[in-house]
């Protein structure tokens, strides 16, 4: 286990809770350890295990071990070769949203990311003082993740093995909580946000990217053609052609895109409901949920924006036809969790 991840758990044990019982946890030289039930929680390469299965009935479907079994063998997304922080953060900072994030959200702020995948964002927050924690199924990603925290000496990046589901962090513990293009692979996007959304503080904030209905159409559109043609017309999509890409990260984006075991679309106005169910109140969507409106460079997106009325969600949706294919039909919502009256 890393010295930085060390101290974050000695220092704030009392944020941790057992995965599989709710239980305390105590931190000791062998790891972590349940006092109620004694699950043992050992680390493996510095990433310490606390994956717990779900316990659902049979009838439900659990896709977590297909989607486990996909990403151990195809991290997403990959590190190029020369990535160091100061790479890590120019290509951040070209992307207007991440450059906004990292612009507005403040020094100390205490995040967590459920499912980070290799951590690259999880990293580049955690770069500008702010507390980082990055959870994720996938031991594979995860010490990827760890080694670019280590090689570039990011102590304040934490990365441990977490079934979103099943958290083992106690209700109210984070400032904000970020799961960026995980819940559309899960089982239950609905049940995941939920479990989530009980790590954000009172006042705190959540933010979640979804792929959206209609934003995949020309992804579902090339799929098609590429399973068809066996990838020959694979200048469709500018990621994996473009020649600043090393063959390891178009294959980690053509395989995350395009042969992806599951996925669900969805829409802003399908979220609006999971909201209002765990006490959120709406604040900002990228794209934005009024037609013709544009995030700007002098955005706020902690500022609460207008909700679009039904009419203008559709119109805007609609738009999201052309603009999807830029960042694979992605979109974003932020919400602020409302305080105790």
Same mark, same amino acid.
């Given at each position: ?104 959200? /403040? ?59 099943? /958290? ?104 609006? /409901? ?68």
């Amino acid at each position: 286990m890393t010295y930085g991840t060390t101290t974050f758990i000695e220092n704030h044990i009392d944020l941790f809770c057992c995965p599989y019982c709710n239980g305390d946890l105590v931190f000791s030289n062998e790891g972590l350890n349940c006092r109620e039930c004694q699950k043992a929680f050992p680390d493996n390469q510095g990433i310490p295990c606390l994956f717990c299965p779900n316990e659902w009935e049979a009838a439900k479907e659990d896709i977590t071990d297909t989607m486990q079994s996909f990403y151990e063998e195809t991290p997403f997304p990959d590190y190029d070769d020369f990535d160091n922080t100061g790479s890590l953060i120019e290509k951040a900072r070209k992307s207007l949203f991440a450059k906004l994030l990292d612009d507005q959200i /403040p020094t100390g702020t205490r995040i967590l990311e459920c499912g980070c995948g290799t951590g690259q964002l999880t990293n580049y927050l955690s770069i500008a003082y702010r507390t980082v924690v990055g959870t994720d199924m996938c031991l594979n990603s995860l010490k990827l993740a760890n080694d670019f925290k280590q090689k570039n000496k990011l102590d304040r990046a934490h990365f441990f093995q977490m079934n979103l589901f099943r /958290p083992f962090f106690k209700p109210e513990s984070f400032d904000l909580v970020i799961s960026n293009g995980v819940l559309h692979h899960t089982s239950d996007p609905r049940l995941a946000f939920q479990s989530i959304s009980r790590l954000v503080k009172p006042g705190g904030y959540i933010m979640i990217g979804l792929y959206h209905k209609y934003g995949r159409l020309f992804t579902d559109l090339r799929r098609i053609i590429f399973n068809v043609t066996r990838k020959r017309y694979h200048f469709l999509d500018a990621r994996i052609k473009n020649s600043r890409n090393g063959n390891a990260k178009s294959l980690s984006w053509f395989m995350d895109q395009y042969k992806n075991p599951h996925e669900s679309k969805h829409t802003a106005g399908e979220v609006l /409901p999971w909201l209002d169910d765990n006490n959120f109140t709406f604040i900002h969507s990228v794209p934005k949920t009024t037609p013709f409106s544009r995030i700007s460079n002098s955005e706020k997106l902690f500022m609460k924006d207008r909700i679009g009325n039904r009419f203008e969600r559709f119109i805007s949706d609609i738009g999201c036809i052309l603009d999807g294919h830029n960042e694979g039909g992605f979109f974003t919502v932020i919400a602020r969790k409302n305080k105790a009256s």
